[in-house]
């Protein structure tokens, strides 16, 4: 909204949340989430014809078109618990926008959403006897964590999907209208709703498969003399296959791929397509599998017990240049290790607060620390989890001097110099490379 509100200074853009404390935040120079260079695109327009408010109904009445954004967790009860998207959410604005209309407006799907839910949605706004009318359009939102300014900025495409009737068309040429001002025709794509729904959900499955596909393949080259870097530069050199996203990881997190997977599966079920729905629900087990594998090679490493061992985690941000923790393989990975009873110390320059909520209930055996030379002091090993840039910058050979010996280096992102590091007298295990180690066994 505060792209749309820059970039349209015509438009008068109203931002509203239950949330008090957050759309305060919204207010000030700290703004409740990080994202690099953000804060420059709110202070163009704030106050100049973007607000942030908590009056939500009279936000509804003021305005012609409404962006509904509030969140889709998977349901964890009744009919397709941990599997299905949870609509009461929106369910309950689309109750609160009849209710306060007095004329008709265009909804906007930006939540990512199951495939037919803007037919629901149309279906309970026009339920009214009011004469107004509702015009539900889909508007999935393809931006990055990290990257989100650049990526709204600069879109690959704008995705906006209507009904094939005049008033259909109608809301769909208003919505265009707004990205028009910044984002060239050509890359705004037009479907009807259905497919623009299940496009957001087939983009990120594409985008996980992706990465399970690499991480598979990670494993069979730790087993092997091929290194997971060169296959991936290889077959990424291949126009048809393309360079990204093809970083071997300890496995993805955030909050999308994994709920939009879930909500793929749940929807092949429904419709009986029971094989498309396995092999789909196989990208999130081979991203278990990532995540289990990591921790096992630490435990198998370390002389097959970590019981007692101090180890830090560097990053918890389930990516880097964010301080979000959904669906962090560093959080499964800490439980895992803690299983095991190790020691853990947590470093991670934006996410500590989320960390520090995250593992609430194991703050006995985890400390939380800013400083990642403190988080190594005395570890039997460092676990590189997050991909942030400054873990590359460190002083190794400080932190190898103040570790206990012998001293391992577990690169879960494959972002270090392994062979400086093996020649300072760190054992190292990388992702899909063999293991670097100065013992046979
Ligand atoms: C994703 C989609 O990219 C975005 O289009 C959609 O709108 C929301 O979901 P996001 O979750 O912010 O965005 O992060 P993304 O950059 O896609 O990374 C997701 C996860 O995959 C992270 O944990 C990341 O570290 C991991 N990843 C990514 C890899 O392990 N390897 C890669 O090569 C790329």
């Given at each position: 909204m505060a792209v749309i509100a820059m970039k349209c200074p015509e438009y008068k853009v109203t931002v509203v949340d239950v949330n008090a404390s957050r759309i305060d935040a919204w207010q000030t120079d700290d703004l409740p989430i990080y994202e690099p260079g953000l804060l420059e695109v709110v202070k163009a327009a704030r106050g100049r014809n973007l607000f942030f408010s908590t009056d939500i109904k009279a936000a509804i009445r003021e305005s012609?078109?409404?962006?509904?954004?509030?969140?889709?967790?998977?349901?964890?009860?009744?009919?397709?618990?941990?599997?299905?998207?949870?609509?009461?959410?929106?369910?309950?604005?689309?109750?609160?926008?009849?209710?306060?209309?007095?004329?008709?407006?265009?909804?906007?799907?930006?939540s990512t959403l199951p495939v037919r839910t803007a037919s629901t949605m149309e279906s309970i706004l026009n339920a009214n006897s009011r004469g107004i009318h509702f015009e539900v359009v889909s508007n999935p939102e393809f931006l990055a964590e990290g990257t989100a300014v650049k990526d709204l900025l600069e879109p690959d495409r704008v995705l906006i999907g209507a009904q094939q009737t005049e008033a259909g068309d109608a809301a769909c040429r208003e919505v265009v209208d707004i990205y028009a001002h910044w984002v060239p025709r050509g890359r705004i794509l037009t479907t009807n709703v259905w497919s623009s729904e299940l496009s957001k959900l087939v983009a990120n499955a594409f985008l996980a498969q992706r990465i399970s596909s690499i991480n598979s393949i990670s494993a069979l080259c730790e087993r092997t003399d091929a290194s997971v870097a060169e296959v991936a530069r290889v077959i990424g050199a291949d126009s048809r296959l393309g360079a990204r996203f093809l970083?071997?990881?300890?496995?993805?997190?955030?909050?999308?791929?994994?709920?939009d997977i879930l909500n793929l599966v749940y929807i092949c079920e429904s419709y009986g397509l029971n094989e498309v729905a396995r092999y789909w629900e196989s990208v999130l087990q081979m991203n278990d599998y990532q995540e289990t594998r990591f921790v096992r090679a630490m435990v198998r490493g370390m002389f097959n017990t970590i019981v007692g061992k101090r180890i830090a985690l560097f990053g918890f941000a389930f990516k880097a240049d964010t301080g979000d923790t959904r669906e962090t393989p560093a959080l499964y990975i800490s439980r895992m290790l803690l299983e095991e009873r190790a020691r853990l110390v947590i470093t991670d320059p934006k996410a500590l607060g989320n960390a520090k909520a995250d593992l609430a209930d194991a703050l006995d055996r985890v400390e939380l620390v800013e400083d990642p030379y403190e988080?190594?002091?005395?570890?039997?090993?460092?676990?590189?989890?997050?991909?942030?840039?400054?873990?590359?910058?460190?002083?190794?050979g400080k932190i190898y001097d103040s570790m206990e010996k012998p001293a391992f280096v577990f690169d879960g992102r494959n972002i270090l110099e392994h062979r400086r590091l093996f020649d300072m007298g760190f054992n190292v295990y990388p992702i899909g490379m063999p293991a670097m180690k100065h013992f046979s066994i």
């Open positions: 012609e078109i409404i962006f509904v954004s509030v969140n889709t967790p998977t349901k964890t009860f009744g009919e397709g618990a941990g599997k299905a998207a949870d609509l009461q959410y929106w369910e309950k604005v689309a109750r609160e926008i009849l209710q306060e209309s007095t004329a008709s407006k265009v909804v906007i799907e930006k970083n071997a990881s300890v496995g993805f997190g955030g909050s999308c791929f994994k709920k988080a190594a002091a005395g570890a039997h090993a460092v676990a590189v989890v997050t991909e942030w840039a400054l873990y590359r910058e460190l002083d190794w």
